[in-house]
């Protein structure tokens, strides 16, 4: 089985910054695109960023030029900057990565998400 486990939200002051991890662990052979998601109280879960195996980047247009993904290939783990925080960026935020297990074959793993409140 795979496993991703996120760690670092919290509670920040607009205008503040915050930086989220996410692990990933298990019987895993190849780890291609991760990425961020987040949902917000009342809407759909929508995308923020992902990372390709390679480093190649995307990101939504209401965080671009404010949060920064990264990857640690040899932690097996993805990374979300996030500065300038602005109210509107409150959410559960979740790590998803597509990832080519030793007993699962290539499959989409979710976190269980992290709690990010930016609110004075």
């Known amino acids: 089985q795979v496993q991703l486990v996120e760690s670092g939200g919290g509670l920040v002051q607009p205008g503040g910054s915050l930086r989220l991890s996410c692990a990933a662990s298990?019987?895993?052979?190849?780890?291609?695109?991760m990425g961020w998601y987040r949902q917000a109280p009342g809407k759909q879960r929508e995308l923020v960023a992902t990372?390709?195996?390679?480093?190649?980047?995307t990101y939504s247009n209401s965080v671009q030029g404010r949060f920064t993904i990264s990857r640690d290939n040899a932690k097996n783990t993805v990374y979300l900057q996030m500065n300038s925080l602005k109210p509107e960026d409150t959410a559960v935020y979740f790590c998803?990565?597509?990832?080519?297990?030793?007993?699962?074959?290539?499959?989409?793993?979710w976190g269980q998400g992290t709690q990010v409140t930016v609110s004075s």
């Open positions: 298990g019987s895993i052979l190849t780890i291609y695109t």
């Open positions: 998803n990565a597509e990832v080519w297990g030793l007993v699962t074959g290539i499959r989409r793993y």
């Open positions: 990372i390709s195996s390679e480093g190649s980047t």
